[in-house]
């Protein structure tokens, strides 16, 4: 039988809740902060986990009820109450959370847009999903340590999150350039074919996208908020741009684009350079799947000559029988 006494141990999120016997506060520290996943050499405060009252010595600790429920807090986790929200009323729980949460930070960093976003990770994690390309790229490219403090995340963990999320927007990229790839090689079909194909309207079909996804064109630039926001990204965003938008990027060149982003012209010239050899490969791969469709074809082609052949040999042969 065990001296311990036996209580129960949770996180700030209050996911991850044990039970254990423990006959100390430091015990409680130790063995709770194992279960949690917090390092030894780390402060941990001990709180009530009901009304967040700090637990500092171990005669509070023993006059406490068996199973009491502890919540251990690590660096800078802060104790919240329970809020038991329904659908209707949700949003204006969510929102003073996010106004409590933003007086103990900076000003200027609790107004940029990706702070609301980052409280949204911080209360649930999968509202990810629920998030558009342009509020992915903007967690994205938020330096590490500021989105590591907004979520009470270490650095490494925080910089983790930011490599999923632009592996999520890499791939979405993908899908649709394939997409688009495999629409160039349809219309190249009709035309070999002789089909009568439609004229193309390419900007007004970009634009009928642009409406049809609740993406504002900027008038000035003519490029759309999401490409506007792809260019401005720090990670490769000449690979998450559509074939159109690196056409027009490149055909306006430095200057024009100078003016678009707001950048020097040597910034300027390296995201046209990589937008210009993303271009190419883009073309090499159409220029390669149309070779491909070809060399078959001509194998077709040969192939039925060949049979054609081989029946005009053995007609004559029958015929002498």
């Known amino acids: 039988m065990t001296d311990g006494k036996p209580c129960k141990v949770c996180n700030f999120t209050r996911q991850k809740s044990y039970g254990l016997a423990v006959p100390s506060l430091s015990e409680l520290r130790v063995k709770g902060g194992e279960f949690l996943g917090i390092s030894p050499a780390d402060p941990i405060t001990v709180v009530l986990e009901d009304d967040g009252t700090i637990v500092a010595d171990d005669a509070y600790f023993l006059c406490l009820p068996l199973n009491t429920k502890f919540m251990l807090l690590h660096e800078r986790e802060t104790w919240s109450p329970v809020r038991r929200m329904d659908g209707g009323t949700a949003w204006v729980a969510r929102n003073s959370m996010l106004v409590e949460e933003a007086d103990s930070v900076d000003a200027s960093i609790s107004e940029a847009p990706w702070w609301g976003l980052a409280q949204s990770l911080k209360q649930d994690l999968a509202s990810v999903i629920l998030m558009s ?17 907004a979520l009470g995340f270490h650095d490494k963990r925080a910089q983790d999150l930011q490599e999923t999320l632009q592996r999520v927007l890499d791939r979405r990229e993908e899908e649709r350039q394939s997409k688009e790839l495999l629409q160039l090689y349809l219309k190249a079909m009709e035309k070999e074919d002789g089909q009568q194909e439609e004229p193309a309207r390419p900007s007004q079909e970009g634009l009928g996208d ?10 000035a630039s003519g490029f759309t908020s999401r490409t506007l926001m792809v260019l401005k990204g720090k990670t490769n965003p000449e690979s998450r741009l559509s074939t159109e938008d690196l056409q027009m990027v490149v055909t306006r060149g430095v200057e024009a684009m100078e003016q678009v982003l707001s950048w020097d012209n040597n910034k300027t010239s390296v995201l046209l350079e990589a937008c210009e050899a993303e271009l190419t490969r883009r073309l090499k791969q159409f220029q390669d ?33």
């Open 133 to 149: 390309e342009e509020d992915l790229q903007r967690i994205v490219d938020v330096p590490c340590s500021e989105l590591a403090a």
């Open 289 to 321: 799947v149309q070779s491909i469709r070809r060399s078959a074809s001509l194998d077709g082609s040969r192939q039925c000559t060949e049979k054609s052949t081989v029946r005009s040999e053995e007609s004559p042969a029958q015929g002498s029988d």
């Open 210 to 219: 642009a409406e049809s996804d609740g993406v504002e064109v900027d008038s």
